[in-house]
């Protein structure tokens, strides 16, 4: 479907109020890949809330890889049909910065599991930082990211 139809069905299921993002978002994880895919994702685009503006947990996350002189990751980036938060493409290495808020209901939780092991299947790792352990603990994390990442990587070591 062209675009500007595609757009203009999705702004008439609107109008309808038939539409359900989260279903279309359902819909989207079990067909990445598929024909048409990116053109859906991208007439979605004005109906998803902002990615989430760098929030303070992924500044203050930068600050400390910064700080640490661990290699530049790049954020937001795209993979297997999932944005990352914060990834280091070399290493294949994820660190996906979680607070409760956005991962607290069971199909939250549930599809946090899917998209790890579609990531670990296409080789990529994944780890986990809370807000409040990075909080609490901004050290020992940024060391453990830093030995994740010397696992792929001599230089980051």
């Given amino acids: 479907m062209e675009p500007e139809r595609l757009t203009k069905a999705i702004e008439r299921s609107e109008e ?7 279903a279309v978002d359902d819909l989207l994880e079990r067909t990445v890949g598929h024909p048409g895919y990116g053109r859906l994702r991208r007439a979605l685009e004005l109906y998803r809330p902002a ?3 760098r929030s303070g947990l992924e500044i203050r996350f ?5 700080q640490a ?26 660190v996906e910065l979680d ?3 956005t991962h607290g209901s069971r199909a939250a939780f549930e599809r946090d599991r899917v998209r790890q092991e579609d990531l670990l ?4 790792r994944m780890t986990r930082v809370t807000g ?12 453990r990211v830093r ?8 230089s980051a070591a």
């Fill in 132 to 143: 409040p352990r990075l909080k609490r603990e901004p050290q020992a994390v940024i060391k």
């Fill in 99 to 101: 607070v409760y808020e």
């Fill in 147 to 154: 030995r994740l990442l010397s696992q792929t990587s001599p």
């Fill in 51 to 53: 990615p989430f503006s």
């Fill in 69 to 94: 002189g661990l290699p530049k990751p790049v954020t937001g980036f795209n993979e297997v049909g999932y944005e990352l938060d914060v990834y280091w493409p070399g290493e294949r290495l994820v």
């Fill in 121 to 124: 299947l296409a080789g990529i």
């Fill in 62 to 66: 930068l600050e400390l890889v910064e």
């Fill in 16 to 22: 309808l109020e038939l539409f359900d993002l989260r």
